[in-house]
């Protein structure tokens, strides 16, 4: 089983930035830059919801459109990490944020709870204040 360890999260500034990243806490045979690395996030009361994925290996990248332009997906093979960079946040960005391991190939798909990720993270809360 391979975990998934989010980190980054916090109290956040309306226009601010923040970094968010998904680890692995010891040597894990689940190299990132062949499968599936999505982000999720979900809002209270809200579902789930798949803002960015990236399948490193093949230059994929997906980004809702609540997201796009200000928040950018990417991987570090050499350290086998998973980023999210978000700029011009607001409280909307206000969630429990998630990582996700899956297939390469459900980057050619609508990140989604529906599909069967392999791994999920425990989550890292971000809150946005005005």
């Known amino acids: 089983q391979v975990q998934l360890v989010e980190s980054g999260g916090g109290s956040m500034q309306t226009g601010g930035s923040g970094l968010l990243s998904c680890t692995t806490p010891r040597v894990s045979r689940y190299p990132f830059n062949v499968a599936c690395m999505a982000w999720f996030r979900q809002a209270p009361g809200k579902e789930r919801e798949g803002i960015a994925s990236?399948?490193?290996?093949?230059?994929?990248?997906y980004y809702s459109d609540s997201v796009k332009g200000r928040f950018t997906i990417s991987v570090d093979s050499e350290k086998n990490t998973l980023d999210l960079q978000m700029t011009d946040l607001t409280p909307e960005d206000t969630a429990m944020y998630y990582c996700?391991?899956?297939?390469?190939?459900?980057?050619?798909?609508?990140?989604?709870?529906?599909?069967?990720?392999?791994?999920w993270g425990q989550g890292t809360q971000v809150t946005v204040s005005s």
């Open positions: 990236i399948y490193s290996f093949v230059d994929q990248t």
């Open positions: 996700a391991a899956g297939p390469g190939h459900y980057c050619f798909l609508t990140p989604s709870t529906d599909l069967s990720w392999e791994h």
